[in-house]
């Protein structure tokens, strides 16, 4: 009887053992997701940023030549 309880201990452990190290590769895997996911927002705010300051760049552009146009059709 103690055999089989020694054994049935020594088998719970190795299986909580098992468990520990796959919750430990896990969260080791989402902490690179994490981190790799940061990056990549980082990137795509750094972009939509560069994007956003063009979109008022060329706003301002249309409006001035829209500006220009309205005076050169007034004087004609």
């Known amino acids: 009887m103690e055999r089989q ?3 049935a201990l020594e088998s719970l ?3 909580y053992e098992q468990q520990q ?6 969260y080791s895997n989402l902490q690179r997701m ?10 795509s705010d750094q972009a939509c940023q560069h994007l956003s300051r063009q979109v008022e760049s060329l706003h ?9 146009v309205n005076r050169l059709t007034r004087k004609s």
Do not use: H, I, K, Y
Not at 21 to 26: H, K, L, N, R
Not at 60 to 68: C, D, G, I, K, R
């Open 60 to 68: 301002a552009q249309v409006t001035s030549l829209n500006e220009a």
């Open 34 to 43: 994490f981190e790799t996911t940061s990056q990549s927002q980082a990137r």
């Open 13 to 15: 452990q190795t299986s």
């Open 21 to 26: 190290q796959a919750w430990q590769d896990s």
């Open 5 to 7: 309880l020694l054994s």
